[in-house]
């Protein structure tokens, strides 16, 4: 499934999805380029590939959780800065999952990276990883949403979720080691701000919810740094989505 397009200042194509079954990569012309293999039974991966302005293949990576637990690994959005370098933002989709995601770069060389939750990647121009970090902890549900390159800053929207009664922590990775911790017992979305070194500087929390939560969508902000912030209700188990 396709999940998100970029363009850089150059014209060059950012394509982003997700898959089950082998994915088969073509350029101009209809010219096979590579199949990108699928993960395994009931597991879902991800993909990253670019293209140049005319559409010829450049290069690609595939990302994938690994280990014994039915999981997806998901990226729903690309952030393009201006010197080329891509951010994409994705998650760990399944309950309680633990699982790291594995990267499997151009040459197939693999990392794995970020134990389960929602994370950010950043790769180069030549698509080389160069960093990760994001949102992991106790939470039964996470998902990040939806990224925002503005000047020197990446701003992403995310929701934890947990809702069997207990109080349990949840922490956004810095790469500084400034890492922020909360502690939720129902769901709440929030909106964090990182350099583009994946340095956190900000977060604001909704607070929790009374038995409902929101899906946060889409993000954009305008040249008077306004922020808006699309999304959609789940009145899950008769809440109403409210927060505190």
Do not use: C, M
Not at 123 to 144: C, H, I, K, M, P
């Amino acid at each position: 499934a396709f999940s998100d397009l970029n363009v850089d200042k150059a014209g060059n194509i950012f394509v982003a999805g997700t898959f089950e079954s082998d994915v088969i990569l073509r350029d101009v012309g209809d010219k096979y380029v590579y199949t990108i293999p699928r993960v395994g039974e009931l597991k879902r991966g991800a993909y990253l590939v670019k293209f140049d302005n005319a559409g010829k293949f450049l290069w690609k990576t595939r990302f994938a959780t690994e280990g014994p637990q039915i999981t997806d690994a998901s990226i729903n959005s690309i952030s393009i800065d201006e010197s080329g370098n891509a951010y994409v933002v994705g998650s760990v989709l399944w309950y309680y999952s633990t699982e790291g995601i594995a990267i499997y770069e151009e040459d197939e060389s693999k990392l794995r990276v970020n134990p389960g939750g929602s994370f950010i990647l950043k790769f180069n121009q030549s698509g080389r990883y160069v960093w990760d970090t994001g949102l992991q902890g106790e939470v039964a549900y996470n998902s990040a949403a939806a990224s925002f390159i503005t000047g020197n800053s990446l701003y992403f929207t995310y929701t934890a979720s947990h809702t069997d009664g207990n109080r349990v922590a949840y922490t956004l990775n810095s790469n500084d080691g400034k890492s922020v911790k909360h502690s939720i017992s129902g769901s709440e979305f929030g909106l964090a701000k990182y350099t583009l070194d994946g340095n956190l500087e900000r977060v604001f929390t909704s607070g929790e919810n009374e038995g409902g939560f929101l899906n946060p969508g889409g993000i954009y902000i305008d040249a008077d740094d306004n922020i808006v912030i699309s999304g959609t209700i789940d009145p899950s188990n008769g809440g109403t989505g409210r927060y505190n």
